[in-house]
């Protein structure tokens, strides 16, 4: 029976980690192009996110354009989660068994082109513009589920928590551009909201273009020694991920982190771009979505918390294991010297 590339992902032989060819001191070399690919991913992260609030800054614009009502300006976001949230697993799925490179290019490239494309939509065709969002969203998730795991193959210990802490610093910079430059593109072209939409297409292709040139993609798991094959599946994954407490408690604090940010960003964008003649019950919603946002952000970090605290419980133990197993060795060793 053959080997199914699909049912191969990488593990640790810790028996056979002083043997790899991967080198714990990396050459200036190996540093410079870890640099460039670091840079790039944190540049199509940023344009990610910009691309993401765009909507946010010029929706009172498409509304009026397209002449639809609030609801369905609002629809726009919900078909790019929708979009978003359904393939996310499956190019995570994807992500380890194929090119990662090449998933990113396809992705960048078809999020760029139909957000372009979108920007050309009649004014009569409202349904085509919402299913071009969706596909913005497919773009965008395989994209933000691969790129972090290229930086984590790069970076190990501390380092890669720094990378991986400046990768994502791109969520509210690239959140704020976005409703920014979507203001301020439109009103520049005289209210012509679709111009805010030919930003981040064109940036985005020169980022794939360096993308397929500049980037190349590391060992899965060559960080931390790897190099070994072995066969499993999907769903022996998905068992064994929910096995994992502290990804359980990290993937619940980021989920309430990050769940109210879509509603807050396009309320507050709602209520600055009708002025502040606004009826009632808009700024009590406003209020409460800032009361809000504390106590979710909260659930997130008790969250956070718990899993920092299995992450550093297992480390200890991990570390007192590894110091007995040295200890063991010692012995071993000074035992056989004497006989």
Known sequence: MSLDVSDLIPVIEPDIEFSLSYSGEKSKREKYKNAITMTILLCINLLNFMDRFIIAGIL???????????SQGGLLQTVFVCSYMALAPLFGYLGDRYSRKMLITVGVSVWSVTTLAGSFVPKN????????????????????CVAPTIIADM????????????????????????YIVGAYVSVAFNGNWRWALRITPVLGIVCVILLAVLVREPVRGGADG???????????????????????????????????SPYIIGLISDFFSKGVHHDDVLWKSLRYAFMLTPVVAG????????????????????????????TLETFHMEVSSNT
């Open 60 to 70: 009172d614009k498409i509304i009026h354009d397209f002449k639809i009502s609030e």
């Open 125 to 144: 065709l409202f349904a085509v513009f919402a299913i071009l969002r969706g596909l913005v969203g497919i773009g965008e998730a395989s994209y933000s």
């Open 155 to 178: 970076y190990k210990h501390d380092m890669r928590t720094r990378m991986l802490a400046l990768f994502n610093i791109a969520v509210p910079v690239g959140g704020g551009l976005g």
């Open 226 to 260: 790897a190099q070994v094959l072995k066969r499993d599946n999907w769903f022996s994954d998905i068992l064994k991920i929910f096995r994992v407490k502290s990804f359980i408690l990290t993937t619940l604090g980021f989920t309430w982190g990050d769940a109210s």
């Open 299 to 326: 659930f997130g970090g008790i969250a956070f918390l718990f899993a920092a605290i299995f992450i550093v419980r297992d480390r200890h133990e991990a570390e007192a294991t590894i110091e007995s197993a040295n």
